[in-house]
């Protein structure tokens, strides 16, 4: 392909991309919801000049999201279309990031059905990296952007110790993106595992490491690059171990010994690097980690129980896990079912085709793979990233995902490497038929179009995609100067879902606590406590009925659609009889 038509098809690829996001945007098939929205709070809050380390209510998922969105809201204010415009920034972001990796490997082409591909997701991956919330879009940039570094360091000309500054900025980007979202190990992994299967990269580090002339020298130098590793390993590790665990206890307790030890062992390599000329490689790399780990340090130094209760048991039903991801999980995943598991009335052939193709891809790729290794005596850097990023997917998420009763949430990473290992099949098979490469295509696009399609639509207001009912809601309430809510009154399975929309759909204006659910913003609560009128939104309105008629108390309602309001009671009575909770749980 001529570099003009290539540089043509890219822009127009991204255009699609951009077009088609906000179709769905303004179509209203992929809403706020109330995580999001917190997100967005956050945001408002750091504007307001309080910074949350932490997704509020959940410490191992950072506010690197709030930080990136922040630009969006000032520019098309607090809405929900200023955090779905921050994840399709991210989205090009993400497209440009792999049309640079795919040129460095020699597979330049491929990025044009990537990109498409990318672009027409099924549902279920389309709705997720849509969203600006912790753990979906901004991993994947953080990834992709951290194996661009890694690449350049690989091919560069320039000899390891030459990189520092290269070393300390890759160290930087694994700091910020450990801190953003653990999940970011689908790219680490895989990255790091094809850097050191490279058999130039084993060179290098062997004739940078070793000297001997100064191997006594290096004895202990590696003796304290050992501590130095360990300590650092430990001190970053008590965010991803649950509380629970006797671990993280001991960690907390001596968490100000590590730290010196950590600061030791950073003077001795630096005594060792002038006696010995040692390179100051893992230095540089270990303070970039550091210094992106900063604000989760912080957390983790001063605070002694996390709200990370995650209990990974390694290889507990991993079997069962694995046969959920593709028996149960598998049309989800791939546009085929719905999230009930339901046909999305398509013809019974593309549910055979379309499992087929893919399969037909990873397949490919295994034999491209092997019989490059075995003739070439290489390792494909391009197919073996895709294919141990395919696998270690595979194998991550059977290990921290316990039940698949329906299609897991961290499942779209692996979505995403098997559109990679996809665009690298069809690009192979242009090459021997462009007439099949096309109908494949096709297929697949369509396939996913239509999942995409089978989402009802929310309407939603054209300035700020707010859902029309939430506007509604909003503007009665303000209009009868009433700026406090809850939700979750005798509805605490739905109340948290419309509470913290409500609120940043609202610019704060109209602050709404769902008093029966964790309070993940506890001055939400205090707001609700201290408000001489209030207003309660439910969608089970009888529920609501019940109590008033059981204690006598007058009250209006209007019906908003789904949810109702009630307002016009007392609420100093109701806060005496103890009607609304303002308890705070853990």
């Known amino acids: 392909m001529r570099k003009s038509t290539f540089e043509k098809l890219s822009f127009l690829v991204i255009l699609i991309f951009i077009l088609y996001r906000l179709w769905i945007i303004y179509t209203g098939r992929n809403p706020l919801d109330s995580d999001e929205a917190i997100l967005g709070i956050m945001s408002l809050d750091i504007l307001h000049g309080h910074f949350p380390v932490f997704f509020y209510g959940q410490d191992y998922m950072g506010s690197f999201q709030s930080l990136v969105s922040i630009p969006f809201i000032i520019l098309f204010g607090a809405t929900p279309l200023a955090l779905r415009i921050t994840a399709i920034a991210e989205g090009i972001g993400i497209l440009l990031c792999w049309r640079w990796i795919l040129k460095k490997w020699n597979l330049l082409n491929m990025w044009i059905i990537f990109g498409l591909l990318f672009t027409f997701a099924p549902e279920f991956f389309t709705s997720l990296v849509m969203k600006s919330r912790g753990g979906y879009i901004e991993t994947i940039f953080l990834g992709s952007l ?21 070393w300390f900025f890759l160290g930087l980007l694994t700091g910020i993106g450990w801190w953003t979202c653990q999940l970011i190990m689908f790219f680490f992994l895989p990255g790091i595992i094809c850097f050191f299967i490279m058999r130039e990269n084993r060179m290098r580090l062997k004739s940078f490491f070793y000297d001997s002339r100064k191997i006594k020298y290096h004895i202990v130098t590696f003796i304290i690059l050992v501590f130095y590793l360990l300590s650092l390993i430990l001190i970053i590790s ?10 993280s206890v001991i ?14 062992t950073i003077l001795l390599l630096l005594i060792m690097h002038k006696v010995s000329r040692f390179p100051l490689l ?11 780990y900063i604000p989760a340090l912080y957390v983790f130094m001063t605070k002694e129980i996390l709200y990370n209760a995650a209990a990974i048991k390694v290889f507990e039903n991993f079997f069962i896990n694995l046969s959920s991801l593709f028996l149960i999980a598998g049309g989800t995943l791939l546009g085929l079912l719905d999230d009930s598991f339901n046909s999305l009335n398509l013809p019974m052939s593309l549910l055979v085709i379309v499992p087929c193709i893919y399969l037909i891809a990873v397949v490919l790729l295994c034999i491209e793979l092997i019989d490059k290794i075995r003739k070439e005596k290489r390792f494909p850097i391009g197919e073996g990233f895709f294919l141990l990023s395919l696998f270690l997917s595979i194998f991550i998420i059977c290990i921290i995902q316990q039940v698949y009763s329906r299609a897991p949430r961290y499942a779209f990473f692996f979505v995403f490497f098997l559109t990679l290992t996809l ?19 096709s297929v697949i696009i369509g396939v996913n179009f239509h999942s995409v399609l089978r989402i009802p639509p929310v309407s939603v207001t054209w300035c700020g995609m707010v859902i029309k009912e939430d506007q509604a809601i909003i503007d009665f309430l303000l209009a009868k100067n009433i700026n406090a809510a809850c939700t979750s009154f005798n509805d605490v399975n739905q109340g948290y879902w419309h509470a913290y929309r409500l609120t940043f759909s609202s610019g704060e204006r109209l602050i709404v606590h769902p008093v029966l659910h964790m309070p993940r913003i506890s001055r939400y609560r205090e707001v609700l406590k201290k408000a001489e009128r209030c207003a309660i939104i439910t969608s089970n309105p009888e529920s609501i009925r019940i109590v008033f ?14 949810l109702t309001v009630f307002w016009g009671f007392d609420k100093k009575l109701m806060d005496e009889l103890n009607l609304i909770s303002y308890r705070e749980s853990i």
């Open 146 to 166: 951290w194996l661009v570094l890694l690449i350049a360091i690989t091919i560069s000309s320039q000899s390891f110790e030459e990189q520092d500054s290269r």
């Open 423 to 441: 665009a690298w099949f069809l690009t192979k098979q242009w090459n021997i038929s462009r007439i099949a490469t096309i109908a494949m295509l």
């Open 282 to 292: 893992p230095l540089t790399t270990g303070i970039g980690i550091f210094i992106g």
């Open 238 to 247: 008590r965010g991803t171990i649950s509380y629970q665990y006797h671990l």
């Open 549 to 562: 008629e059981k204690h006598n108390l007058f009250y209006n309602e209007k019906n908003f659609g789904s």
């Open 251 to 264: 960690l907390f307790r001596y968490r100000w010994l590590l730290f010196f030890l950590h600061i030791i």
